[in-house]
């Protein structure tokens, strides 16, 4: 059974990025499927933020497109999230999630990572 | 952009008693492929959503055969026959043609 698990700063800048990993154990990330990103601002709903394939083929939100590089390391079995010109908006709670190709759901999630924007 | 819009956004329900969950999509969620990508997802407090049900109808591994989902097109449910005290959560459901979630359902237990 795949399981995943975020990491990253637990606070970022203003204007900075936001760069949070996500290790998968328990499987290969060069699985056919793909591998999301999804966040939860306090006390709201959850929002997908984009997916990778191992080939490195991405799907991105529009509303973030313009921010948001999701990468993938097949070497250390993780992949990645960058979130450019972060503002207090942009905090969240941040999940990374296994999205098995052929009925496109996400069934494995990490347990979520908090992410602030201060300075 | 598919919006989906869900109903009620809350409800509180007697232990042993039915609950249903209505999701509306603006457009078809039935795609060239014969297949509807709808699901629902559960968040119960403190912890990362978990899927209840895929395409519709189709329930998750694990999951009690209390939840059943159904519907088509743009119009979609999800029910709880008999609610009991773990059910409580926030309910999602999420269209997977651009991959959108619902404003989600917030069940308490009365």
């Known amino acids: 059974q795949v399981q995943l698990q975020e990491s990253g700063p637990g606070l970022v800048k203003p204007s900075g990025t936001l760069s949070l990993t996500c290790a998968v154990s328990g499987g290969s990330i060069s699985s056919s499927n793909w591998w999301s990103w999804v966040r939860q601002p306090p006390g709201k709903g959850l929002e997908w933020i984009g997916e990778i394939y191992h080939s490195g083929s991405t799907n991105y939100n529009p509303s973030l497109k313009s921010r948001v590089t999701i990468s993938v390391d097949k070497s250390k079995n993780q992949f990645s999230l960058k979130l450019s010109s972060v503002t207090a908006a942009d905090t969240a709670v941040y999940y990374c999630?296994?999205?098995?190709?052929?009925?496109?759901?996400?069934?494995?999630w990490g347990k979520g990572t908090t992410v602030t924007v201060s300075s | 952009d598919i919006v989906m819009t869900q109903t009620p956004l809350s409800l509180s329900v007697t232990p042993g008693q039915p609950a249903s969950i209505s999701c509306k999509s603006s457009q078809s969620l039935l795609h060239s492929d014969g297949k509807t990508y709808l699901y629902w997802y559960l968040q119960k407090p403190g912890q990362s959503p978990q899927l209840l049900i895929y395409e519709v109808s189709s329930r998750f591994s694990g999951v009690p055969d209390r939840f059943s989902g159904s519907g088509s097109g743009t119009d979609f449910t999800l029910k709880i026959s008999r609610v009991e005290a773990e059910d409580v959560g926030v309910y999602y459901c999420m269209q997977g043609i651009h991959l959108r979630f619902g404003q989600g359902t917030k069940l308490e237990i009365k």
């Open positions: 999630a296994h999205l098995f190709s052929y009925y496109y759901y996400m069934d494995v």
